[in-house]
């Protein structure tokens, strides 16, 4: 029998009722009417990479946005039974979706279940109603435990919540209520994101008129600690810098980047790497469909990885993880010692004390995931 790679795919939606005021996504709010032409064209995208995919079995889908959850029900099933058509599909695959608090009908989500997703990623961001409308949320935090009862009552029980802290006017006791409210509801995965104020979103203008003042670094890392201390107390072991997780509940998609397995991204602005080609689609939405309409794949960027890039990459990556990266590993995918390679970075990260090495195993420290930036910058 021929042997397969694993691989992770990854579905872009870009629709979105609204635009958050911190989001710098590929997302685009009163684009709704364009979705028949858009799902049609990602029919085609798919098909255009059958024989690419050929070497594969896809283990992961992340259906991610935008909001997924307010397009049709229809244009979900419909992709994922193309891709189960055209791809190899393992039969434990997990399949997330990206949802949005209050898009969620019982009967929305049974239609999800039945199409095979099995995995439900919620953003909440804030447990104050006060906090969300500031951020630009279009729900409650009510919203918020109704769409978990939904889909407990469709049958998920992997379910995630995407929260932020860092936020201007947010308080420390502000952050433990949200993190408190998330336990309560039995809540397996959190994924727990600094606000980062980009340019080009409605904050990032806020800031530059100087009508937003960030969040005090001291502040940001009293959250953090916080957030890693209270869930490891309650069965959520932190994974990833910003990834916690009962045991077994870990979000295998996003190891599949972390540990640098090769995934395909399909839709507006989707990025790929398969067999050391990095590659990325064109991201406006009409743009997209024009390019499948002509049946051309939508690439509009691509570039070959060198062993140098794999290498860094692998290691920037991999220190993400709590588990950090073993030499073992590392020669095994590179035939080059890690100590031998990274001697000097190493010793100087050791020194100041933002790694520790163990043996043959090589992980940030707590200071290290505080300044990791520090860390990963000593790899490009």
Known sequence: MLYRDNAGLY????FC????NYCDFNSYAGKINLAEDYFKAMIKEIELYKENMKDYIIHTIFIGGGTPSVVDVRYI??????????????????????SNPGTLSTEKLKVYKNAGINRISMGLQAQQDKLLKFLGRCHS???????????RDAGFENINGDVIFGIPGQTLDDWKETLEYLISLGINHISAYSLKIEEDTKFGVMQEEGALVPVEDELDRE???FAVDYLSKNGLKQYEISNFAKEGYECKHNLTYW???DYLGLGA???SCLKDIRFSNEVSIEGYIDYLKGGEKPVCEKFSL?????MSEYMFLGLRLTKGVTGKEFFQRFNQDLFVKYNDSLKKLENKGLIEIAGDCVKLTRLGFDLANQVFVEFI
């Open 77 to 98: 099933s419909r992709i994922l039974e193309k891709c189960r058509t055209e791809f190899s599909i393992s039969d434990n695959c997990e399949i997330s979706i990206e």
């Open 306 to 310: 060198e062993l140098a890039d794999k």
């Open 269 to 271: 602005g989707a990025h």
């Open 17 to 20: 009722s609204s635009k958050c």
């Open 141 to 151: 935090h009510k919203d918020f435990s109704e769409s978990v009862k939904n889909a």
């Open 259 to 261: 540990k640098c397995v």
């Open 223 to 225: 959250m953090y600690h």
């Open 11 to 14: 579905i872009h939606v870009p």
